[in-house]
């Protein structure tokens, strides 16, 4: 009774869209996995020059840190902006800062209560709300063109700038004091890790490409939209590499790090990435499609940042509202098909 079954389903396999289907599925399983991968390269080594160079000291460290772990973003956005897959990319950095804020920060809240510290990191509520009027005012312009780009790095520069000013610092990732022969080896080190950086680098401008192609041929194949697909699954896979920073953060009793990586990278993906990409578009982005996605963005940076102005903390109880917000994200973005035009 079993065998028609098995035939039925070899059948299905051995057809042509079936097997089509397959293909670029396994390419995609593949290539996220290679991304965040070559993504945790990047950073782990990012972290280990700024350690050398005493970056970590300073306030270039917090910035530093906060490109690298939006660089997967920005290499899949890229990648799909240039061969003409607006939705994938704009749903990927809307999706990575859902992702971030609810996801991402919730799993170590859950683990152990993040509180906001006076002095390092005490200006970083500051810098999510910012965050949250950014896709507000996105959502007043219904075709961003290249001046919305240059507006949007321009605001990534008065991000450092207010960094500068007011010394968010990375000083958790300082350098520690070492031996002579620590001190010799250094120059080796840092020529070490700024290697495997570059290596890491180019995996993942290498990967990007195909997790882009292998999206656009599934979502074409099943009939989900690019931007859903992009808000979701590789916004997901993105987003790992803020996910293993935020975890050994935790690990090593780091706690302001994880959570100002997550703050830091937010913002970087709202300002730095969503400018750069409309600044090399082709063609004009119609935001209003994304509205569903923007509204999501506003809605949860003001409710994290709401959880650290009231109470300077964020315990499990508001980490599970965050994991509830990310499930409510996931279903009324795949229920909601946009379309791109």
Same mark, same amino acid.
């Given at each position: 009774?079993?065998?028609p079954?098995?035939?039925?389903?070899?059948?299905?396999?051995?057809e042509?869209?079936?097997?089509?289907?397959?293909?670029?599925?396994?390419i995609?399983?593949?290539?996220? @996995?290679?991304?965040?991968? &070559?993504?945790h390269?990047?950073?782990?080594n990012?972290?280990?020059? &700024?350690?050398?160079?005493?970056l970590?000291?300073l306030?270039i460290?917090?910035?530093?840190?906060?490109?690298?772990t939006t660089?997967?973003?920005? !290499?899949?956005?890229?990648?799909?902006?240039?061969? $003409?897959?607006?939705? @994938?990319?704009?749903?990927?950095?809307?999706?990575s800062?859902?992702t971030?804020?609810?996801?991402?920060? !919730?799993?170590?809240?859950i683990?152990?209560?993040?509180?906001?510290? /006076? $002095?390092?990191f005490?200006?970083?509520?500051?810098?999510?709300?910012?965050?949250s009027?950014?896709?507000?005012l996105?959502?007043?312009?219904?075709?961003?063109?290249?001046?919305?780009?240059?507006?949007?790095?321009?605001?990534?520069?008065?991000?450092?700038?207010y960094?500068?000013?007011?010394?968010?610092?990375?000083?958790?990732i300082?350098?520690?004091?070492?031996?002579?022969?620590? /001190?010799?080896?250094?120059?080796?080190e840092?020529y070490?890790s700024? &290697?495997?950086?570059?290596f890491?680098?180019?995996i993942?401008?290498?990967?990007?490409?195909f997790?882009?192609?292998?999206?656009?041929?599934?979502?074409?194949?099943?009939?989900?939209?690019?931007?859903?697909?992009? &808000?979701t699954?590789?916004?997901? $896979?993105?987003?790992?590499?803020e996910?293993?920073?935020?975890?050994?953060?935790?690990h090593?009793?780091? /706690?302001?790090?994880?959570i $100002?990586?997550?703050?830091?990278?937010?913002?970087t993906?709202?300002?730095?990435?969503?400018?750069?990409i409309l600044?090399?578009?082709?063609?004009?982005?119609?935001?209003?499609i994304?509205s569903?996605?923007l509204?999501?963005?506003?809605?949860?940076?003001?409710?994290?940042?709401?959880?650290f102005?009231?109470?300077?903390?964020l315990?499990? /109880?508001? *980490?599970?509202?965050?994991?509830?917000?990310?499930?409510?994200?996931?279903?009324?973005?795949? *229920?909601?098909q946009i379309?791109?035009i």
């Amino acid at each position: 009774m079993a065998a028609p079954g098995w035939i039925d389903l070899l059948v299905w396999m051995n057809e042509p869209t079936t097997s089509t289907f397959l293909y670029n599925l396994l390419i995609f399983t593949v290539s996220i @996995i290679v991304l965040a991968k &070559a993504s945790h390269i990047v950073i782990k080594n990012a972290v280990k020059i &700024a350690k050398i160079t005493r970056l970590g000291e300073l306030v270039i460290g917090f910035i530093l840190l906060s490109v690298a772990t939006t660089f997967p973003e920005l !290499a899949v956005s890229f990648s799909a902006i240039v061969s $003409g897959n607006v939705g @994938i990319s704009m749903g990927n950095i809307l999706g990575s800062c859902v992702t971030n804020l609810c996801l991402i920060m !919730a799993i170590p809240a859950i683990m152990s209560p993040i509180s906001i510290e /006076r $002095g390092t990191f005490e200006k970083l509520p500051t810098v999510l709300f910012l965050s949250s009027m950014i896709p507000l005012l996105l959502l007043t312009v219904q075709h961003a063109e290249k001046y919305v780009g240059f507006a949007l790095v321009s605001a990534f520069a008065f991000f450092a700038l207010y960094s500068v000013k007011k010394k968010i610092s990375l000083k958790v990732i300082s350098r520690e004091p070492v031996d002579v022969l620590k /001190r010799i080896m250094l120059p080796f080190e840092f020529y070490k890790s700024l &290697a495997f950086m570059i290596f890491g680098i180019a995996i993942v401008l290498l990967s990007s490409n195909f997790v882009v192609e292998s999206a656009s041929n599934i979502s074409s194949s099943i009939g989900i939209a690019g931007s859903v697909l992009g &808000a979701t699954i590789i916004a997901l $896979g993105t987003s790992l590499p803020e996910l293993s920073v935020s975890l050994t953060a935790i690990h090593t009793r780091h /706690r302001n790090l994880g959570i $100002g990586n997550i703050i830091g990278s937010c913002l970087t993906n709202m300002t730095l990435v969503l400018g750069i990409i409309l600044l090399f578009s082709p063609a004009t982005v119609n935001i209003s499609i994304f509205s569903t996605l923007l509204i999501f963005v506003i809605a949860t940076t003001m409710i994290s940042w709401y959880f650290f102005t009231t109470g300077r903390t964020l315990d499990r /109880r508001e *980490g599970i509202i965050l994991i509830f917000i990310y499930i409510v994200f996931i279903i009324s973005t795949f *229920g909601v098909q946009i379309t791109i035009i």
